[in-house]
Structure formats: structure tokens, C-alpha cells
């Protein structure tokens, strides 16, 4: 019986992609976690200044509302900019969700041809081994004439 064609080589393949999609998804991840903590930099910037603007005499203020217009700009950018991050991950994980299952795809069927021929090695073996039980019993028993 001609040995059907061995997945391995395939399957390593796709460990590979997967593995390269789950780089892809962790680069985005840190990506968003860059602009979180540019978020809340901007955050704690702003209230910082906020607290010293509170102290500072009432003709030294006058920057403090530029300055929070910038900021407002800023937030609006990085809210973008998260929103585009986010869609991107949800794109990866998409990318390695599939790739995922196309691994699955492969190992799932390599193992059923591993269990087949498995199988029929053993239904082999065994036919061989009754068959010399049965020339042993034959030669045991006494001949018939």
C-alpha cells in the first residue's frame, strides 16, 4: 500500500505562520499599550498644569487656555490613533484565528493518518501472527490419512 503524503512538513509551516501572526498581534499590543501610557501622560501633564496655573497670579494664566486647546487636540489624536490600533489588533487576531485553525486543520489530519496506519500495521502483524499459529497448530496435530 503506497504511504500516503506526510503533513509534517506542512504543519511545521503553519506553526510558523501562527507564530509569526501571534508576533504580529503582540508588536500592535505593545503598540496600543505605547499609546495608553502616552494617554495618560497627557493626562497627568494636564493636571499638573492645571495645579500650577491655580497658583499663579491672575495675569499669568493667560497661556492656560491655549495650552488646554492643544491638549483637547492631542486627545483627539490619540483617540484616533488608539481607534486605528484597535482595529488593527482586532484585524490580527482575526489573521491568527485563522491561521490557528488551518494548523488545526493539518495536525487534526495527520493524526488520523498516523492512527490508520498505525492500525493497518497492526491488522498486518496480527494476520502474520495467525498465520503461524495456524502452521503451528497444523504441524501439532496429529496427520489425518
Known sequence: MPKKMDLHTLIRMRK????????????LLRDEEKI????????A???Q??????????????TLEPYIQR??????????????IRIKINEARDHLAEAYRRLKTFEIT?????????AEEN?????????????????KAPAVS
Do not use: Y
Request: with cysteine; aromatic share 4%; hydrophobic share 40%.
Open 16 to 27: 510558523w505562520e501562527v507564530e509569526e501572526k501571534q508576533r504580529a498581534l503582540g508588536a
Open 123 to 139: 491488522r498486518l502483524e496480527q494476520i502474520g501472527l495467525d498465520a503461524i499459529g495456524i502452521e503451528l497448530h497444523r504441524r
Open 49 to 62: 498644569e492645571k495645579a500650577t496655573a491655580s497658583k499663579a497670579p491672575g495675569d499669568q494664566r493667560f
Open 36 to 43: 495608553l501610557d502616552f494617554q495618560r501622560a497627557l493626562e
Open 45 to 47: 501633564e494636564l493636571e
Open 71 to 84: 491638549c483637547k487636540q492631542r486627545r483627539e489624536n490619540i483617540a484616533a490613533a488608539l481607534m486605528l
Open 110 to 118: 495527520q493524526d488520523q493518518r498516523d492512527a490508520a496506519e498505525a
